[in-house]
């Protein structure tokens, strides 16, 4: 059954984030990637196994942050680690949650945050550190909030509600920050954000250091040198954009006021991303305004599904295709000070 509280648009944010993960990870250095989902009800689980740029094999559980919806939202980004406390214990429900994760095989969590289009924060914990990091933080935002300088927030960080939750970053308050610091301060944790991008990489048009010339004269050149470009894309099928330009009269996008009917005006957008889909029921076309709101948009997740239930009429009728012993040995209960639940 379907939870109340997720709405069929957080569904549609879910799958989108979960599908850049691999990409992302291929872009900061990863290689052999295996990106495995599991669906269970109303909730999807997903690992990744990959080798570090540093040789090293490792597992992840992806865990994703809350969607930022709100301008106020942006100031703050966390994820769950369960939803609900066991036995009302916090450290039992800790110590459960990490030796899950060790009973798989699986030797870190990646959290991460996404914003419209881009992946802002990535943060590799190692399993074993997962209660150390939750008790810190559960520690560090009681005497914030006891030293009243969390105004009229008075939930623990840590201890949301029944849920234990790591934050990557608070800028609600002027010290709020101290709660995500002692992640990223945490021994053995990987910022994958401070990991060269090789798409950045690659680009030698790098924006100039020198001051900018008072003139607008000075700017630029005349018949500039030409350059050839290396790229890496998912390969498409022309036949598709071809039959969703075909279809489409003017942008497929309802509401929209930028309608023109010449050749070339309309490009194809794929809702899900290139490398997630790339058939007809997937695809629309789209004004250049409207396609760029659809990828950068702060209401990206909202536009993208609305096209996605517009796009699904031209889906045709039937089926389109065929159908390691680890233990938490050492790690004991915190001595940090234990608070109320929230």
């Excluded at 994760?101 to 699986?106: F, N, P």
């Excluded at 969390?150 to 623990?156: A, E, G, P, R």
């Excluded at 003139?215 to 005349?222: I, K, N, P, R, V």
Aim: aromatic residues 6%.
């Amino acid at each position: 059954m379907t939870r109340q509280f997720r709405s069929e648009e957080s569904f549609h944010a879910e799958s989108i984030s979960r599908a850049a993960v691999a990409p992302f990870l291929a872009d900061r250095g990863f290689q052999d990637i295996d990106d495995q989902l599991k669906v269970t009800g109303s909730a999807t689980s997903q690992l990744v196994s990959a080798t570090s740029p540093e040789g090293a094999r490792v597992k992840m559980r992806v865990r994703l942050c809350w969607r930022r919806r709100t301008t106020e939202a942006l100031k703050y980004s966390a994820a769950q680690l369960r939803a609900r406390l066991v036995d009302d214990d916090w450290d039992k429900t800790m110590l459960m949650t990490m030796q899950r994760d060790l009973d798989q095989g699986i030797t870190h969590n990646l959290i991460l945050q996404r914003d419209g289009a881009l992946i802002v924060h990535a943060a590799l914990i190692p399993i074993r550190e997962l209660k150390g990091i939750f008790d810190t933080q559960a520690r560090i935002s009681q005497e914030l909030i006891d030293g009243g300088q969390m105004k009229n927030l008075k939930k623990n960080h840590a201890k949301n509600g029944s849920s234990p939750t790591i934050w990557l970053r608070d800028e609600r308050m002027p010290n709020a920050h101290q709660v995500a610091d002692a992640l990223w301060a945490w021994p053995g944790v990987i910022d994958l954000m401070a990991l060269p991008s090789k798409i950045l990489a690659n680009d030698d048009d790098a924006m100039d250091d020198c001051p900018i010339p008072t003139g607008y004269a000075e700017l630029g050149s005349d018949a500039p040198l030409q350059r050839s470009a290396l790229r890496a894309e998912c390969r498409r099928d022309p036949k598709v954009r071809a039959a969703v330009l075909k279809r489409a009269q003017s942008c497929e996008r309802q509401g929209c006021v930028n309608q023109r009917t010449y050749k070339s005006f309309l490009d194809v957008h794929h809702i899900l991303g290139a490398k997630v889909s790339d058939r007809v029921w997937n695809c629309v076309a789209l004004c250049p305004n409207c396609h760029r709101d659809a990828h950068f948009s702060p209401q990206a997740d909202s536009i993208n599904l609305e096209l996605k239930l517009f796009a699904e009429q031209f889906k045709p009728a039937g089926p389109t295709f065929p159908p390691e012993d680890s233990t938490l040995e050492g790690v004991t209960k915190s001595t940090e000070p234990v608070h109320g639940k929230q």
